[in-house]
């Protein structure tokens, strides 16, 4: 016995709280001197597990749960729930409204409760989400009135502003008239997705990384799936909706009837509260083939186009937009509309 | 003395065992004679329990004992049989030794 063996403390406090008051003692004292024999006979663990096993014994004798008689002299409890059950059978038609209305009311509140919960969980499963922003566009100052889509050119020249840590670009396609083609290229099926589609450069899941929810890579990664033009990420709903139980890696599915994508990877499905609800994910190094000499232009802007940035620990927010309205104004001259970026706490509900 | 003595199996033994003890029984040291005598292995908790039912129906009376180290400190309940005990303990071996009697007369 190198250390002073005790019993677990759990066990003990067992039967300290709640064996009859006068009973407490002996029960101990005859567990701590079982107990000793044990330990010298085996060992600790073995004593251990014995005075738990032991412990449970006694809870499943009656004695055990007894408490002193005149203790119980002037306890009503039972009478109460039996009046309380006869007057509830007395007046049936109250009864039955009351219950009900307790029951509906109980349950709305229920039913609240989980749906302000899923609400508040979007998107908090990223691990830097506090001081993850979406940019957006506002006309003049009026910050409720914004729009998303950011012009192509921006994204790039943001690159020096200091207190960006992280950005990502993506532009969200929304639906897509998807042809799946067999290994040899004729069209073999033909889908129509309503959404979920959206190009995303490797760097989207360092921003929106999903680290505290299950989604997981099945084939491929972020950082080679993603990185050549014509490549396309798809869910596993959708791997199994196109191919059942065929590997879909390395086929082609050809968008628009034009633009032909080659499966780099599968990713698990994106869990319901979220604000980034994708299936399939083109590569952003595709875009050049999409929108052509639209990627330069400083002026028009698409609203699918959304650009996400993690600032700094502890930069002010404010800092940041002016830095970045001054990047813009410098490459900016005409002066027809004067667009100021803004930063918002965004990636919050602002549904595509 | 009501006529309809209730004394369940292991009731007996254990009323035996306290009887065979003498002055120093109580939960431990009756397990322990009771594997000894009768080589039944029976659960701390059931004794404790059989003890309280003796005790209720007045077969045997306890106080509580000095304490010891190998306790922890503390006490033990010390059981002692009462004549009602002990005359319920040798009613029932008459009436058993009475039956056998007559087994062997036949």
Redesign the interface.
């Given at each position: 016995m190198v250390t002073d063996p005790q019993p677990p403390r759990w066990a003990e406090m067992l039967i300290e709280r709640f064996a009859p008051k006068n009973?407490a003692?002996?029960?101990?004292?005859?567990?701590?001197?079982?107990y000793?024999g044990d330990v010298k006979q085996r060992n600790h663990r073995v004593a251990r597990r014995k005075y738990v096993w032991?412990v449970l014994?006694?809870c499943?004798?009656?004695?055990?749960w007894k408490q002193p008689t005149q203790q119980n002299r002037y306890n009503m409890t039972g009478s109460y729930f039996k009046m309380a059950k006869r007057s509830l059978l007395a007046n049936k038609v109250t009864t039955t409204i009351n219950v009900l209305g307790l029951v509906i009311g109980i349950a709305s509140a229920l039913a609240i409760i989980s749906i302000i919960r899923f609400e508040q969980s979007f998107d908090t499963f990223h691990s830097d989400y506090k001081n993850t922003y979406r940019m957006v566009r506002v006309s003049g100052g009026d910050v409720a009135e914004f729009r998303t889509g950011i012009p192509y050119a921006i994204p790039p020249a943001m690159k020096d502003v200091a207190s960006i840590k992280k950005m990502t670009k993506l532009e969200y396609l929304r639906g897509a008239n998807v042809d799946v083609l067999s290994s040899d290229g004729k069209f073999e099926r033909q889908f129509i997705e309503e959404d979920g589609v959206v190009t995303v450069e490797p760097e989207f899941f360092d921003v929106i990384d999903f680290a505290g929810s299950p989604i997981q890579w099945i084939a491929g990664d972020a950082k080679t799936s993603l990185r050549e033009p014509s490549s396309v990420v798809v869910t596993r709903a959708i791997a199994q909706k196109y191919f059942g139980e065929e590997n879909p890696i390395g086929r082609t599915l050809r968008f628009q009837k034009a633009y032909d994508f080659k499966i780099t990877g599968v990713i698990e499905d994106f869990p319901r509260n979220t604000d980034f609800p994708f299936t399939m994910l083109v590569s952003y190094s595709s875009m050049p083939l999409l929108f052509k000499e639209r990627m330069s232009d400083w002026v028009s802007s698409n609203d699918g186009h959304a650009v996400y940035v993690v600032l700094q620990e502890g930069v002010n927010v404010k800092d940041v937009e002016a830095q970045i309205a001054k990047l813009h104004e410098a490459k900016y001259r005409k002066g027809f509309v004067k667009l100021s970026s803004l930063l918002s706490s965004a990636t919050k509900r602002s549904a595509f | 003395m009501s006529g309809r003595i209730y004394l369940g199996e292991l009731e007996e033994l254990i009323l035996l065992m306290v009887a065979l003890i003498g002055t120093d029984a109580y939960g431990v040291s009756i397990a322990t004679a009771l594997e000894e005598q009768t080589g039944r292995v029976i659960t701390i908790s059931a004794v404790h329990a059989a003890l309280h039912r003796l005790e209720d129906k007045g077969f045997v009376k306890s106080k509580m004992g000095g304490a010891s180290m190998e306790r922890g400190g503390r006490r033990k309940r010390l059981f002692q049989i009462t004549t009602y005990g002990r005359q319920t303990l040798e009613e029932v071996r008459d009436v058993r030794d009475l039956i056998w009697a007559q087994i062997q007369n036949i």
């Open positions: 009973f003692e002996e029960i101990r004292g005859d567990l701590y001197e079982m000793l032991r014994g006694f499943t004798h009656t004695f055990f | -």
